[in-house]
């Protein structure tokens, strides 16, 4: 079975089937074990060779061995042929080979698993892949994702009436899902090194030290091979402790009650199952969710920073009160009903009319998705599987390397010409020739690559900024256009109640405080939320939900109790009476409205069932039964002004509908017959720091723009305040008296211009105004060139769903935008995923972070003390004693003298400053600073106890949301600033160290060919000492600090262009016309050799000397000269390390010319120059650095491509 059709998934491109064959018939095995060697064996004792061409013989059948099976494990293709072959069974196959979708992933072949179905007749094949398991579909002939019951179109009923699972599903639902786990592996050590040690760099750079011990620099060649090998220990350590951090964010398995065989049971949460009635109970502080789940029946409280990083809790409704025909709509309206995976419940609230009755008082749901398919699941295979490239320029890389490729055969050739002319050995002539074509491919760029990358994450994360695709940085650096979410994200979360307007016929605009309404009006604004109580044992009761919700009843002076009942203050016409909220309609995001149903009884009086509706004026104007005169006018009058704006409607039904009636009515009944009760106005104050992120960016080559669900007018006017749009704004929306035609429209009404939804936009348009589009708009516009021609005029996009925002950044990726998405991280979750660079905004405090921060550090101290106790038991020594930092975490004892001391101090500290305010009617400032640092330190002791605490938290999925790569702990809008200036610095330094390692692969391969032939050949000791100096410079050159503001200039982002190419042949060519010079000049003072022995070992003399001094001073013009700092970064001079690298690199350049350092010169095994040859060989290295500084400086001034994308302009 070929390719073709084999697994029909998005995630996976092609599949192959193949049999594994035993390992003794490997093609890197039986060809040779067969037939190379015992040839070569044949031929050696049949016929005379020199031991020169039998070791050379012996030394390329092996390397040749060894390559092809490295081969394989580089290029899953090959290993396929090397190891497997073919089959066009299913059936016979034993694993399969998977071609990715995502170009940066790598293909994998997976063993094919064959497990017989419970009726013992039929047999399941599948596989896994990246902890995704597909199935094969015999009617289909093909692999396919595993679907969930949910994935098809069940409808309410489905799930209301679900009685579980019976022994035959269970039995085959087994097989056909597996266990709700998260088995993440954790290679040891050895495995994972074993792993890294068959990269194709790291052999490279091996097989490159093995060169240069053959050819006698052993010193640096063991110098070399112990750096690798050490820097890449450290990256198989840092890996596996990842591994293990991932290990750590498993559920723990605990039992649960579910409802099977029509009875329950419990069971352990790894054995649960599509479809599985669950019943949900508050979970202890270290459990989360085992699934994701659908709610029922009831309603629950939960707590979703694991999988969303965000810690508010949440109520979730369930489907109880849908109507049972409805298609369930999970993405939207049915949302709010899924409980995910990973999650806390912090209270449940059964419902009374539930068909299914829970045995431990919980509330029924039914399992939607298990193990890696569930929410969380798929983050932890984000951060598991994200790909480790650094940048989406693999092909221009590749190009880059082809080119200096160029240089090195020419050289390989010049060297072969001269040295077959000769007597010279071909094995030290191949050997030459080799080494030559090695070097030209610089074998440090991948380790170069992921330290400038795991710097930018470091950095980072101390303004609490998280990545999980660590490749998405240095994209940050060339964004073409960042879009901005308005509610949360430019503006505060949580908004002020302003009061109510639309009331006074003659005044229609006037403002009314809440106690000053009539009420009908209050009844509405009390009931019209879904905020519920939230009561945890030993903490106080709190009201959770929308934040905006919450700042409406507490500006009312409203509480809200339990069961639902609403308390009203006693100034209230209602306080003696009651009121409860029977039924509850969630805010859509669609609909855009939120309803209540509410049993309300007045002191004295009957009960009466009231209805009350939230939402847009526009949608709930078509709900009134008699629309205000004045009704847009006021909602628009207040839109200009920035505020939120929320009609406001009622009603009374006219005969009491009880709480077990109430599920008998339809929304469409509920949200009828209206009476309008005003518009609720709120202001939602910017954030402060968002206008002078978006004039940064704005100042610094970016289109900002901003994409809303909010009112058109009132995403206008935030725009102004932000300074998105500096122009009159038109507003294009659907013409209400011709329907069909599209308009338009200024802000205040006075300008209207027809829209032509078949042409593009005419530019005096968008030349005079600023622009803004409407969701109902876009959805009106067929044309995609029209479209195209919408999206890239318009600043602001107002009342668009969540997935036109996605559909719009797709459209802008499609035209080769660079796009950055900063959201709130819920509505936005499409937009954040498809953008180059998504943002999500938590809203942690940074106190908050810090808490986490010291008790991150206590634990790294605890830990680090128990394997200092761990290796003192192993050999049998007493404990060590407990730091000073720990004191507080272990009992007194002779072993933790310091626990009393720091107790004692602490105590007496505390009580002077008790003595002295007692004694004093004041405290002196100096006292008081005194005080504020001991309740500091008190503070401090608590937090260390509690760190120590056995249930002191693992590491969770909390840092990350699954919304987005990038998330900010902080709410502020200046994280876009610091991920922008990060990933600037990050791309900054990539293009950077192509054009340091181009340099010096070039120079490295003159040096091998005519330098050495000349004879020219350097010290071990040479090599070693101008090797280490380098060192440092290569490992600071990642390391500069990106600068605080963001500069108008863009960073280069391409690597083969005119501007880079340019420079580096033109640096190249200064380089090599200073060497032929300084050769000639010495060879003015002594004779050239007639004949050259390249065997020879090194020798001092004046050719080698000079060379090795200009070749050391041109490595530091080529650090020195291409290294770019500001305006994206630290300048070479704040760059201490690499600068005092550079600084001593030069100084043992210009000692050793100069010869005021004899001591240096000796170690250097130079000898001893000329006066006159020693200003010759200064003013040379002189003249090369100026020389390649004036040519770089050219070459970026007229050729250098970083100007802005057209639509970075403003028209």
Not at 172 to 186: A, E, M, S, T, W
Not at 1012 to 1023: A, N, P
Not at 1156 to 1165: A, C, V
Request: glycine residues 6%; aromatic residues 10%.
């Amino acid at each position: 079975m070929g390719d073709s059709g084999l697994v029909s998934s998005p995630d996976i491109k092609s599949g192959q089937l193949y049999i594994k064959l035993p390992t003794l018939f490997h093609l890197y095995i039986w060809p040779f074990a067969l037939f190379v060697y015992p040839y070569i064996a044949y031929v050696y004792k049949n016929h005379l060779f020199s031991d020169e061409v039998r070791y050379l013989t012996y030394i390329a059948s092996g390397t040749l061995n060894v390559l092809v099976w490295l081969i394989g494990e580089w290029n899953t293709r090959m290993y396929c042929l090397l190891t497997c072959k073919k089959s066009n069974s299913v059936g016979h196959a034993t694993h399969i080979m998977v071609v990715p979708s995502k170009s940066g992933d790598n293909s994998s072949v997976e063993p094919i698993e064959k497990t017989v179905l419970p009726d013992g007749q039929r047999v399941q094949f599948s596989f896994v892949f990246q902890k995704k398991r597909y199935l094969y579909k015999e009617e289909n002939k093909h692999f396919t994702n595993v679907t969930f019951p949910m994935d098809s179109s069940l409808t309410i009923s489905d799930f209301k009436n679900s009685s579980g699972l019976n022994s035959a599903q269970e039995e085959l639902y087994k097989c056909h899902y597996g266990r709700n786990v998260f088995d993440i592996p954790i290679p040891s050590f050895t495995a994972l090194f074993k792993e890294h040690a068959v990269a194709p760099f790291f052999v490279f750079q091996i097989f490159c030290c093995v060169l240069w011990c053959l050819d006698e620099y052993w010193k640096f060649s063991l110098f070399s091979m112990f750096m690798i090998v050490a820097l890449e220990c450290s990256v198989v350590w840092q890996r596996q402790r990842t591994l293990v951090e991932f290990r750590t964010m498993s559920i723990q398995t605990y039992d649960v009650q579910v409802y099977r065989n029509k009875k329950w049971m419990t069971v352990s949460t790894e054995d649960l199952l599509p479809n599985d009635v669950v019943s949900i109970v508050h979970t202890k502080e270290d459990l989360g969710l085992p699934c994701d789940m659908l709610l029922i029946s009831g309603t629950c409280v939960v707590n979703e920073a694991m999988l969303s990083g965000e810690s508010t809790p949440l109520v979730k409704e369930s489907i109880e009160l849908r109507p049972e025909e409805a298609v369930v709509d999970f993405g939207d309206i049915d949302k709010n009903a899924i409980l995910n995976g990973g999650t806390r419940v912090l209270q449940v609230t059964p419902s009374p009319f539930s068909k299914i009755k829970t045995p431990d008082g919980g509330v029924p749901a039914v399992v939607l998705r298990t193990g890696f398919e569930t929410s969380q699941g798929s983050l932890v295979r984000t951060m598991v599987f994200s790909s480790e490239k650094v940048s989406e320029n693999n092909l221009e890389k590749l190009y880059f390397i082809l080119f200096l490729m160029v240089f090195a055969i020419a050289a390989s050739a010049y060297v072969w010409h001269v040295g077959s002319q000769t007597d010279r050995s071909r094995y030290k002539l191949m050997l030459d020739c080799i080494m030559i074509i090695t070097s030209v491919v610089p074998s440090e760029l991948p380790m170069e690559l992921s330290l400038a990358v795991n710097a930018s994450l470091a950095a980072l994360s101390k303004y609490y900024i998280y990545c999980t695709e660590p490749f998405r940085i240095p994209v940050a650096g060339h964004v073409d256009i960042c879009c901005f979410d308005k509610t949360g994200t430019l503006t505060e979360e949580h908004m002020v109640v302003q009061g109510v307007s639309g009331l006074n016929k003659e005044e229609p605009s006037r403002l009314e405080t809440l106690n000053n309404v009539p009420k009908e009006t209050e009844l509405a604004i009390a009931t019209a939320h879904t905020l519920v109580l939230l009561e945890q044992e030993g903490e106080p009761a709190k009201t959770v939900g929308d934040p905006m919700e919450k700042a409406t009843i507490e500006a009312l002076g409203w509480s809200v109790s339990k069961n639902n009942v609403i308390v009203p203050p006693e100034t209230s016409v209602f306080h003696k009476g009651k009121v409860q909220i029977t039924r509850n309609f969630q805010f859509s995001s669609a609909l855009k409205r939120q309803s209540s149903v509410s049993n309300v009884r007045i002191a004295g009086g009957n009960q009466r069932t009231f209805v009350s509706v939230k939402g847009a004026p526009e949608v709930i104007a078509t709900m009134l039964k008699n629309v205000p005169r004045d009704y847009e006018k006021v909602y628009k009058e207040y839109g200009r002004k920035g505020s939120r704006v929320l009609a406001l409607a009622c009603k009374h039904f006219k005969n009491f509908v009880s709480e077990s009636k109430v599920t008998d009515l339809t929304r469409e009944e509920i949200e009828s017959g209206l009476d309008f009760a005003g518009f609720l106005i709120f202001n939602s104050p910017l954030k402060d720091d968002a206008k002078a992120t978006i004039q940064m960016l704005n100042n610094s080559s970016h289109r900002c723009i901003m994409i809303t669900g909010d009112n058109p007018l009132t995403a206008v006017y935030v725009a102004e305040q932000v300074g998105i749009v500096e122009k009159p704004t038109l507003v294009l929306d659907k013409n209400e008296t011709s329907k069909g035609t599209m308009e338009w429209k200024s802000t205040d009404d006075t300008v209207t211009v027809p829209m032509d939804c078949t042409k593009k936009l005419d530019a005096s348009l968008y030349k005079k105004y600023d622009l803004c589009v409407t969701g109902r708009a876009l959805s009106e516009i067929e044309d995609p060139n029209v479209l195209l021609s919408v999206l890239t005029h318009a600043w602001v996009y107002a009342r668009v769903s969540p997935a036109q925002k996605e559909l719009m950044i797709a459209t802008l990726k499609d035209c080769g935008y660079v796009t950055l998405m900063c959201g709130d991280g819920t509505n936005d979750v499409g937009a954040l995923k498809q953008s180059h660079v998504g943002i999500a905004l938590l809203n942690a405090s940074e106190e908050d972070m810090l808490q986490m921060q010291e008790r991150a550090r206590m634990n790294n101290l605890m830990s680090v003390y128990e394997k200092q106790i761990n290796l003192s038991k192993r050999f049998n020594l007493p404990p060590p004693p407990v730091p000073p930092a720990l004191c507080h975490a272990f009992p007194p004892g002779p072993n933790n003298p310091h626990r009393e001391k720091t107790q004692e101090n602490l105590t007496k500290y505390l009580d002077d400053l008790k003595v002295k305010k007692e004694g004093e009617t004041g405290l002196t400032e100096s006292e008081q600073s005194a005080e504020k640092r001991a309740n500091l330190a008190n503070k401090m002791f608590d937090t260390m106890a509690e760190a120590s605490e056995d249930d002191a938290p693992k590491i969770k999925l909390g840092d990350a949301s699954v919304a987005a790569p990038i998330t900010s702990k902080l709410a502020v809008t200046n994280s876009v600033i610091n991920i922008v200036r990060q990933g600037r610095c990050t791309l900054v330094a990539l293009v950077q160290l192509h054009k340091i390692l181009a340099l010096n692969c070039l120079i490295t391969a003159y040096s091998l060919s005519v330098l050495h032939l000349d004879g020219i050949k350097f010290g071990d000791t040479q090599y070693t000492i101008s090797g280490m100096l380098m060192s440092v410079c290569f490992y600071c050159v990642s390391r500069a600090k990106p600068m605080e503001t963001l500069s108008k200039e863009r960073p280069q982002h391409r690597i083969f262009n005119t501007y880079i190419i340019g420079s580096v042949l033109a640096q190249f060519i200064v380089h090599v016309v200073t060497l032929i010079y300084i050769t000639k000049c010495v060879y003015t003072y002594e004779n050239p050799l007639d004949k050259v022995d390249l065997e020879e070992s090194f020798s001092p003399s004046l050719l080698n000397s000079a060379i090795y001094l200009l070749q050391l001073i041109q490595q530091v013009s080529t650090f020195a000269i291409n290294y770019q700092g500001r305006p994206f970064r630290e300048g070479l001079s704040e760059n201490k390390g690499m600068y005092y690298g550079l600084l001593g690199a030069a100084f043992v350049a210009i000692a050793g010319v100069t010869e005021f350092i004899p001591e240096l010169n000796s170690k250097l095994q130079l000898v001893k120059l000329p006066f006159n040859f020693q200003m010759q060989l200064l003013f040379t290295m002189i003249f090369d650095y100026g020389a390649c500084w004036v040519i770089e400086e050219v070459m970026k001034k007229y050729f250098r491509d970083n100007k802005p994308k057209d639509i970075v302009l403003r028209d």
